[in-house]
């Protein structure tokens, strides 16, 4: 079992910063994906950018350009650097752990919301 715990999240307003963290309890850390995925209400959990141990991204398209993620394998750590802010990236963003090697294994955080003021 992987514990993920998010912190970072809040108010802020529109244009404005914001990053998030996401802290792994594994000494595996660098054999998972990590990512944040976000999820708003009444629609479905996006994906908002992966990482892969080796440190490949992959974004969404709607936040090409100002986010970025990042992880620090020996701090276990997984981050999500939110610049120029909009009301539509309100949500309730998740962090994410995925491998794959005998059996698949999936792990979520709790969730840190963040909401962006006009």
């Known amino acids: 079992q992987v514990q993920l715990v998010e912190s970072g999240g809040g108010l802020v307003q529109f244009g404005g910063s914001l990053r998030l963290s996401c802290a792994a309890s594994?000494?595996?850390?660098?054999?998972?994906?990590m990512g944040w995925y976000r999820q708003a209400p009444g629609k479905q959990r996006d994906m908002v950018a992966v990482i892969t141990g080796g440190g490949d991204t992959n974004y969404a398209d709607s936040v090409k350009g100002r986010f970025i993620i990042s992880r620090d394998n020996a701090k276990n750590m997984v981050y999500l650097q939110m610049n120029d802010l909009r009301p539509d990236d309100s949500a309730v963003y998740y962090c994410h752990a995925a491998r794959h090697m005998i059996l698949r294994e999936d792990y979520w955080g709790q969730g840190t919301q963040v909401t962006v003021s006009l």
């Open positions: 594994t000494s595996r850390f660098s054999t998972y994906s």
